[in-house]
């Protein structure tokens, strides 16, 4: 069955410090692969995604993603978070079949000054 | 830019109460998608639509029901609200299978 793994529930790191989240799919072949940011109270904004090519990805706010088929993970990364970084974070997968999307758990990330 | 939006931030209601949640989209997505968002449990997807008049149950339809007599619109019908729908509910739309999906601002619903 598909499935989307984030392991890490809640991250913690000073402004300024490097970020990354972590995302494992299982997927039968090399699906849609996306990670979104929700602010308190609102929707999610879609932050970057992959459908093929380059399997290094770059999104807004400064965010970057690789894709990795070997280890079936999509990771998001960031060099230098800010303050208003802090939000939740969603890995999704989008199936090329089906009209299946499957999403994260979701990692909630605080930011210390 | 996409917009969805959704027709209210916040709602109060009463137990058994039918209650409709409104979302409209501007880009001519053909799918739509209804979630709800709990803590601890992420986004669940209650049910899509990938036409008009087409809907597909997702991973939590009871006690849901929707309808959609345009394309640009997805309404949502809780038909005898319960105290266990209170949730946040999010809209969103797409255009193909697997791709990018986007969301509405959600409503915060309360069932009292």
């Known amino acids: 069955a598909q499935s989307v793994t984030q392991p890490d529930i809640h991250i913690t790191v000073s402004e300024g410090a490097s970020l990354e989240l972590r995302c494992n799919y299982s997927?039968?072949?090399?699906?849609?692969l996306f990670w979104y940011v929700q602010s308190p109270g609102q929707g999610l904004q879609l932050l970057l995604k992959y459908f093929s090519g380059d399997t290094l990805v770059q999104g807004i706010k400064g965010f970057e993603a690789e894709f990795k088929r070997s280890q079936s993970s999509f990771n998001l990364r960031k060099p230098s978070v800010h303050w208003s970084d802090a939000a939740e974070y969603f890995c999704?997968?989008?199936?090329?079949?089906?009209?299946?999307?499957?999403f994260g758990t979701g990692t909630s990330l605080t930011v210390i000054p | 830019d996409v917009k969805v939006t959704q027709s209210s931030r916040y709602l109060v209601k009463r137990t058994g109460e039918k209650v409709f949640l409104e979302c409209v989209q501007d880009?001519?997505?053909?799918?739509m998608f209804w979630y709800r968002q709990d803590p601890g449990l992420g986004l669940r997807l209650i049910y899509f639509s990938y036409d008009v008049k087409m809907k597909e149950k997702g991973d939590i339809p009871e006690g849901y029901s929707v309808s959609r007599e345009k394309k640009e619109r997805f309404s949502l019908i809780l038909e005898s609200a319960s105290t266990n729908q209170t949730s946040m509910y999010l809209c969103a739309s797409s255009w193909g299978q697997g791709d990018t999906q986007y969301f509405g601002p959600g409503t915060r619903l309360l069932v009292l």
């Open positions: 880009m001519d997505h053909e799918n």
């Open positions: 999704a997968v989008g199936a090329l079949t089906g009209n299946q999307f499957y």
């Open positions: 997927y039968g072949a090399t699906p849609y």
